[in-house]
């Protein structure tokens, strides 16, 4: 998590919007195209609960209409009044996000998200899961983006190994993963193929 926390729902947004903006869509685009890659990305100083990477992620991806679902764990006033002053966002139940932020556990069941439809795939929730450490890696990845195979720390390993395997199989449709901690993130898109790493 973020060592610096901002007390002030005004204070903590990108010191230069365009340029923060912009390096942190380019860190999380690298992210999704170079799946299980830590890419460093900071910009942000949000509220206390929350990582520098996942406060820059929500700073740079969302908009007054992008809706945002706050699981139980990631859920305050004062993280409510930073998102609504420098987005916009409003704050949505979890079957209407386009994003959800909170701890793995605190996310679930992902069956309660939207994966997309046949005709619109992408209008599916993007789930911003908050992790303590990237520690050791327990899944390997290969798919778009993976020349061989990569590897990745997951929370709650078996839990979310099986879920991101479920998912996976719904390709096209499915929801898309960034994993943060402090200032590092890393992304698992619906089209990667996962298992536990030997």
Request: proline share 7%; glycine share 10%.
């Amino acid at each position: 998590m973020s060592v610096e926390n901002n007390t002030n729902s005004f204070g903590g947004g990108f010191a230069s919007p365009p340029i923060d903006a912009a390096h942190g869509f380019r860190a999380a685009m690298n992210a999704m195209a170079r799946p299980g890659t830590i890419q460093a990305i900071t910009g942000a100083v949000p509220p206390a609960g929350i990582s520098a990477a996942a406060g820059t992620l929500l700073l740079t991806l969302c908009d007054p209409e992008t809706g945002v679902y706050l699981a139980p764990d990631a859920d305050s006033v004062a993280l409510r009044e930073w998102l609504a002053f420098h987005t916009g966002a409003p704050i949505v139940s979890a079957d209407a996000a386009d994003f959800a932020l909170g701890s793995w556990a605190a996310l679930m069941p992902l069956d309660q998200y939207r994966i997309g439809t046949a005709e619109y795939p992408d209008r599916s929730t993007t789930l911003i899961v908050e992790m303590a450490d990237f520690g050791t890696a327990n899944a390997s990845l290969s798919g778009p983006g993976i020349k061989d195979v990569a590897t990745l720390a997951l929370p709650d390993a078996a839990a979310c190994l099986a879920a991101c395997q479920g998912n996976a199989m719904l390709y096209p449709l499915g929801v898309d993963f960034f994993f943060t901690s402090g200032s590092e993130l890393a992304a698992l898109p619906r089209s990667t193929k996962i298992s536990a790493k030997d």
